[in-house]
């Protein structure tokens, strides 16, 4: 098996099982019996836990920067794409519950860190869609984008916390899909959000 397979593998496996047991209950030596793979091999590429827990999150972030990448590539709508690239990203973090994601927090402070400088380094790809959406007509012309994505990203950040989800009972998937939706209704026109309706109608699960 190529290096970089065997480390993809590693790492996607890692996050399957990391998110099914979260940081506290989760061994190398778990992961090493889900992957058929002896903990010499795994410790080879990752020295210790938390190197690899690190490494599993770097691993997430590129699959994100990917649907970033594909989403504004693919799809010429930019008011779609707002829409679906926040309903990738709550698919990423519903699959995590959030008592985990409050334990990966708690655990490794200066992992989360990076999971936060990581939510706010994506401000610019979002102030170039809707500023993409208000040259097109699809989004209201009277609104500063650059001020929206600022305190879009930001109210992202700081609200969507571990906590929250707990102390509110509420189920992160659905929440990131029902503030998308309203947030959405703000700052697109009827144009835009004749597009985004079309989508969801396509989409709807």
Request: net charge neutral; proline share 3%; hydrophobic share 40%.
């Amino acid at each position: 098996m190529k290096n970089y397979q065997q480390l993809n593998q590693i790492l996607g496996e890692g996050f399957e099982s990391v998110s099914n047991s979260g940081v506290r209950a989760f061994t190398v030596e778990s992961l090493a019996k889900r992957l058929s793979m002896s903990k010499k091999t795994i410790y080879k590429h990752f020295p210790t836990k938390e190197n690899l827990i690190h490494s599993i999150i770097l691993y997430i972030f590129e699959q994100i920067n990917g649907v970033f990448e594909t989403v504004m590539k693919d799809e010429p709508n930019p008011a779609v794409q707002f829409v679906k690239i926040m309903e990738n990203i709550s698919k990423f973090a519903g699959r995590t519950p959030v008592n985990h994601l409050a334990e990966l927090k708690s655990q490794y402070p200066q992992i989360w860190k990076e999971v936060e400088a990581f939510r706010l380094g994506h401000q610019d790809d979002f102030y170039t869609i809707l500023k993409n959406a208000q040259e097109q007509s699809f989004a209201r012309e009277e609104i500063n984008m650059r001020t929206m994505s600022i305190v879009y990203i930001n109210i992202i950040n700081s609200t969507f916390q571990p906590e929250f989800f707990l102390q509110n009972d509420l189920p992160i998937r659905d929440t990131i899909h029902g503030f998308v939706q309203i947030v959405a209704r703000g700052i697109f026109n009827e144009k835009g959000l004749k597009a985004i309706n079309i989508y969801n109608e396509k989409h709807a699960t």
